[in-house]
C-alpha cells in the first residue's frame, strides 16, 4: 500500500493551477448519458472520475479519454443500453447513483445498486428516490439495488425536498431533462456544480433556470453536439489557499474565479490571512498572526463542509480557541484522533469541534478514512517538525489530481513510497 512521506517546515512558494473539480465532473458524466456526441474538458484525471468512465463504459457508452489534453470524448448512438449500475462500481464511489436518474428517463427502467455507507456518516438515498418518484417512478429495494421503472417514462413534477441534497437535487435535474413536461424543484442545492451542471445541460439544448433555491426544468430535448469546459475545482483551490496560509511565503493559486469562493476568502481574510484577488488567480502572501474564528458548515453559499478538515489545521496555529460546527455529516471528525496524535489540542462536543491554538505539531505516523481527512493530514505534515507518515493515500487519489507534484512545485518536500 503506498503512503506518503511530508518533510515538514519547509517554506513554500510559486504557483499552484486548479484542477476542473471533481464534483462537477462526476455529475455532468451521469448527464451525458442523454447525449449523442459530446466533448468534455478540464476533466480532472483522478480516480473517481475514472471509475465514472468504467460506470458508463459498462452501462454501453463509447469513451475515449486524452489524459494528455485531459479531456474525454463520448459517442452514445446505441439505441439500447444496459440498465444495470453494480455494486462493485458504486459501493467505491457513491457519485455512482447519479446514472439513476438519465437511465430511469430514457429507457424507463433501472436498476442501480444501493451505494451503502461510508466514513464520514450513513449517507441514505432517500431524497433521490423521492424526487424521481414525484415523477412517476416505482421504486423497489431488493437484494441491495434500487429497481426502478417507469412504463410511461417520466413525466414533470413539483418537488419540494424537505432537506438539501446536491447528489439529490443533481439526479433530478437529469431526470426532469428527460421527462414529459414541466419540473419545479423546490429547496434546490445550488452549490456551483449544481450551476455548472445546468450550464451543460443547457449548452445542450435544454431549458432549465435557476431562481434562488428554485429550478425550473421544461422536459425533453434534442441533444446538441458540444465541447464544454468543466469548472474549477473550488475545494481544491480551497485546500491548497489554507496550505499557502500555513505555509507560504508567496503562492499564487491559478485557473480559480474568486468569485465562487469567496465565503471562503472573507473567512481566510478575517483570520488574518493576507491575499490579492485577480480575475483568474488569488495570490497568498505570508501572515505573522492567524485569528482565531467560528465556523459553521452549511449548504453553497455557506462555508463547504468538504473544507472543514483543512480548516482546523489553520486553527491549531490561530491564537485562541476556534470552533468548528459540522453540520451536514454526522460523523466528519475522523481527522480529529490523528490531528491529537501530532499534539493538535481538539475537544469535541456533539457536533462541534474546539481547536485551541497556537500549538505546535509534531510528524507522527497517520492515517485517514476519507478524502479531505487525508489531505488535512498533508496539511498538518507541511507545517509539524520532522517527517509525516500519510498511510492510505488511496482516499487522496480519489480526489486530487498530482497532489505532490503540485506541492512540489512549490518546494515542498513530499514524496510517495
Ligand atoms: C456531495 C459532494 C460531497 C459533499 C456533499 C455536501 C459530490 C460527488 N459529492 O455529496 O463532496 O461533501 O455534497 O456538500 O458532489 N442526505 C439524505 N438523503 C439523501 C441524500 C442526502 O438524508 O437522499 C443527507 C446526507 O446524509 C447528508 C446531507 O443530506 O447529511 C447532504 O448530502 P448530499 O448533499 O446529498 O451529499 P452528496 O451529494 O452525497
Known amino acids: 500500500m503506498q503512503k506518503l512521506i511530508v518533510k515538514g517546515k519547509k517554506f513554500l512558494s510559486g504557483s499552484i493551477s486548479i484542477s476542473g473539480s471533481k464534483n462537477a465532473t462526476l455529475p455532468i458524466l451521469a448527464a451525458s448519458l442523454l447525449c449523442k456526441k459530446v466533448k468534455i474538458t478540464n476533466i480532472p484525471l483522478v480516480k473517481d472520475v475514472f471509475t465514472m468512465i468504467e460506470l458508463l463504459s459498462s452501462i454501453g457508452l463509447n469513451i475515449k479519454i486524452n489524459k494528455n489534453?485531459?479531456?474525454?470524448?463520448?459517442?452514445?448512438?446505441?439505441?439500447?443500453?444496459?440498465?444495470?449500475?453494480?455494486?462493485?462500481?458504486?459501493?467505491?464511489?457513491?457519485?455512482?447513483?447519479?446514472?439513476?436518474?438519465?437511465?430511469?428517463?430514457?429507457?424507463?427502467?433501472?436498476?442501480?445498486?444501493?451505494?451503502?455507507?461510508?466514513?464520514?456518516?450513513?449517507?441514505?438515498?432517500?431524497?433521490h428516490l423521492f424526487a424521481l418518484k414525484k415523477m412517476g417512478a416505482k421504486i423497489k429495494i431488493k437484494n441491495g439495488y434500487i429497481h426502478a421503472s417507469a412504463k410511461n417514462g417520466l413525466i414533470g413534477a413539483n418537488i419540494n425536498f424537505p432537506k438539501i441534497s446536491v447528489g439529490a437535487t443533481e439526479n433530478a435535474i437529469i431526470a426532469a431533462a428527460h421527462a414529459k413536461g414541466k419540473t419545479t424543484l423546490w429547496n434546490c442545492s445550488i452549490e456551483p456544480e449544481v450551476q455548472d451542471l445546468i450550464f451543460f445541460l443547457n449548452n445542450l439544448g435544454c431549458n432549465i433556470r435557476l431562481k434562488k433555491r428554485n429550478i425550473v426544468i421544461v422536459g425533453m430535448f434534442e441533444p446538441k453536439s458540444i465541447s464544454y469546459e468543466i469548472m474549477f475545482d473550488r475545494i481544491e483551490a480551497g485546500t491548497y489557499l489554507i496550505a499557502s496560509a500555513?505555509?507560504?511565503?508567496?503562492?499564487?493559486?491559478?485557473?480559480?474565479?474568486?468569485?465562487?469562493?469567496?465565503?471562503?476568502?472573507?473567512?481566510?481574510?478575517?483570520?488574518?490571512?493576507?491575499?490579492?484577488?485577480?480575475?483568474?488567480?488569488?495570490?497568498?502572501?505570508?501572515?505573522?498572526?492567524?485569528?482565531?474564528?467560528?465556523?459553521?458548515?452549511?449548504?453553497?453559499?455557506g462555508f463547504p463542509t468538504d473544507l472543514q478538515a483543512q480548516m482546523m489545521v489553520l486553527m491549531t496555529k490561530a491564537q485562541g480557541i476556534s470552533k468548528i460546527k459540522e453540520n451536514i455529516f454526522e460523523n466528519r471528525f475522523m481527522h480529529v484522533p490523528e490531528l491529537k496524535r501530532m499534539g493538535a489540542k481538539i475537544k469535541i462536543k456533539n457536533n462541534t469541534a474546539f481547536i485551541e491554538g497556537p500549538c505546535k505539531l509534531s510528524g507522527a505516523e497517520v492515517m485517514a478514512t476519507d478524502l479531505r481527512a487525508s489531505v488535512s493530514l498533508v496539511l498538518a505534515g507541511l507545517i509539524a517538525e520532522n517527517k509525516t507518515v500519510i498511510n492510505r493515500i488511496y482516499h487522496l487519489d480519489r480526489g486530487y489530481e498530482n497532489l505532490e507534484k503540485k506541492l512540489r512545485k512549490c518546494k515542498a518536500v513530499i514524496q510517495r513510497l
Do not use: Q, W
Open 69 to 127: 489534453e485531459n479531456s474525454l470524448k463520448i459517442s452514445n448512438f446505441k439505441r439500447r443500453l444496459n440498465t444495470i449500475a453494480p455494486y462493485n462500481l458504486v459501493k467505491t464511489m457513491r457519485a455512482g447513483v447519479l446514472v439513476l436518474g438519465p437511465l430511469l428517463a430514457k429507457f424507463k427502467k433501472a436498476k442501480v445498486s444501493l451505494p451503502g455507507g461510508c466514513a464520514i456518516g450513513s449517507r441514505p438515498v432517500d431524497l
Open 246 to 301: 500555513l505555509a507560504g511565503k508567496k503562492i499564487s493559486i491559478l485557473k480559480v474565479k474568486p468569485s465562487v469562493i469567496d465565503t471562503e476568502i472573507k473567512i481566510l481574510k478575517k483570520m488574518g490571512v493576507k491575499n490579492t484577488r485577480k480575475k483568474n488567480k488569488i495570490i497568498i502572501h505570508k501572515s505573522n498572526k492567524i485569528n482565531k474564528t467560528n465556523i459553521v458548515t452549511a449548504p453553497y453559499p
